[in-house]
């Protein structure tokens, strides 16, 4: 590895960031590099120049409890909402449940397939009876129309009022 390589290794080195397994092998190059050496020295010069004028910010007393306290409050938020959410959950599902596995759906599916053999059977009654095409036709409309109806009675309801 080269010089200019090496120079992120060692600034890694002083801050206590090289893993152990490249640790030996950058401090043996700066045992036998005059040029990463001096630059190691400088580096080092200038961190503790920086430390000395530099002064860190004092934090209020209380920073550390309030801040504390903060994510303990966001910890208990965040479990309520989630116990409220999978309540709602529940309560959605097993709305959902009754209202496709409940009896009224399935006797809704019953009277209308009853409605529609019977209609059915009307109509090649009427087809098949002397002149009574004309008659078929008329009662399959309006058989047609009563199925619609009976299949979405709250969109009628709502196109008629």
């Known amino acids: 590895m080269d010089c200019d390589e ?5 600034v890694e080195l002083l801050e ?6 490249e640790r030996a092998g950058v401090e043996m ?3 036998e590099c005059v040029r990463c050496r001096a ?8 961190e503790a120049a920086l430390a000395r004028s530099i002064k860190a910010p004092k934090l209020n007393p209380g920073f550390s409890a309030r801040l504390k306290e903060r994510v303990l409050v966001s910890e208990t938020d965040c479990h309520d909402r989630k116990q409220q ?6 309560t959605s599902l097993a709305r959902l449940r009754k209202k496709a ?3 009224d759906n399935a006797w809704m599916i ?3 397939a009853a409605f529609a053999a019977i209609g059915g059977w009307l109509i090649l009654e009427l087809a098949l009876a002397p002149g009574g095409m004309a008659q078929a036709w008329v009662f399959g409309g309006l058989l047609a129309a009563a199925g619609v109806a009976a299949a979405f009675p709250e969109k009628l309801k709502r196109l008629w009022t």
Do not use: D, K, T
Not at 6 to 10: A, K, P, Q
Not at 39 to 46: D, E, I, K
């Open 6 to 10: 090496m120079e992120s290794r060692i």
């Open 16 to 21: 206590n960031q090289l893993p152990r397994a």
């Open 29 to 31: 190059h700066l045992a």
């Open 39 to 46: 630059f190691s020295r400088q580096l080092a010069g200038l």
């Open 85 to 90: 959410l999978q309540a709602e959950f529940e």
């Open 101 to 103: 596995l409940g009896l």
């Open 110 to 112: 019953v009277r209308h």
